[in-house]
């Protein structure tokens, strides 16, 4: 069965300081990696993704994440952090083929405070 | 653009009544989805369509039921409410693959802003 881990539930920064969350999954096929954000009230807004190629991948507002197969892990980080970037972060795996209707898969959520 | 809106945004109910979440796209997106959101539980999969007239099981079907009678909109309905269904719920829509087999085919979900549902 398929599973996200996200092992950090709160996380505090300071602005201005870089930031990592933490992804392990669990997945019977290629993967297909996600990172949501959710600002509080709003929706799941993408900020990137990832199935194959470049094991580093660029995504919006200045965030990246690294794939590392061995580790089973999809780790988002960003070098500085700014006081919007509070919000709820979500892991998701789903297929990277098409079929079964393309579900994904959650992480419980890390949240991320900044102190300024 | 609108992307996905629900409607309602909030709702308070009493156990045993019904009522139904209305979930629209105007991307034009083959696939859609009902998901609920749970502090500590991340999102659960309740049901989903990968077409007009089609729907699925995800995760956590019981108690609620859909329809896709339109490609646009994706009905959730509680039949008879339980305070187990409070929640926060969320629909998304996606593009279907990119053709069959060929991996990064699948297409990202966008969501819609939740719907918060009290159930006393």
């Known amino acids: 069965a398929q599973s996200v881990t996200q092992p950090d539930i709160h996380i505090t920064v300071s602005e201005g300081a870089s930031l990592e969350l933490r992804c392990n999954y669990s997945?019977?096929?290629?993967?297909?990696l996600f990172w949501y954000v959710q600002s509080p009230g709003q929706g799941l807004q993408l900020l990137l993704k990832y199935f194959s190629g470049d094991t580093l991948v660029q995504g919006i507002k200045g965030f990246e994440a690294e794939f590392k197969r061995s580790q089973s892990s999809f780790n988002l980080r960003k070098p500085s952090v700014h006081w919007s970037d509070a919000a709820e972060y979500f892991c998701?795996?789903?297929?990277?083929?098409?079929?079964?209707?393309?579900?994904?898969?959650f992480g419980t959520g890390t949240q991320l405070k900044v102190e300024l | 653009n609108a992307g996905v809106t629900q409607t309602p945004k909030f709702r308070v109910l009493k156990t045993g009544q019904s009522m139904t979440l209305l979930c629209a796209q105007d991307?034009?997106?083959?696939?859609m989805y009902w998901y609920r959101q749970d502090p500590g539980m991340g999102l659960r999969l309740i049901h989903y369509?990968?077409?007009?007239?089609?729907?699925a099981k995800g995760e956590v079907p019981d108690g609620y039921n859909v329809s896709r009678l339109k490609k646009q909109n994706f009905l959730l309905g509680l039949e008879s409410a339980a305070p187990s269904q409070t929640s926060v719920y969320f629909c998304?829509?996606?593009?279907?693959?990119?053709?069959?087999?060929?991996?990064?085919?699948?297409?990202?979900?966008?969501f819609g802003d939740g719907t918060r549902l009290s159930i006393l």
């Open positions: 991307m034009n997106h083959e696939y």
């Open positions: 997945y019977g096929a290629t993967p297909y």
């Open positions: 369509s990968v077409g007009e007239g089609t729907t």
């Open positions: 998304a829509s996606s593009y279907p693959p990119l053709g069959q087999g060929r991996v990064g085919s699948n297409q990202p979900q966008h």
């Open positions: 998701a795996v789903g297929p990277a083929r098409a079929g079964g209707g393309n579900k994904l898969t």
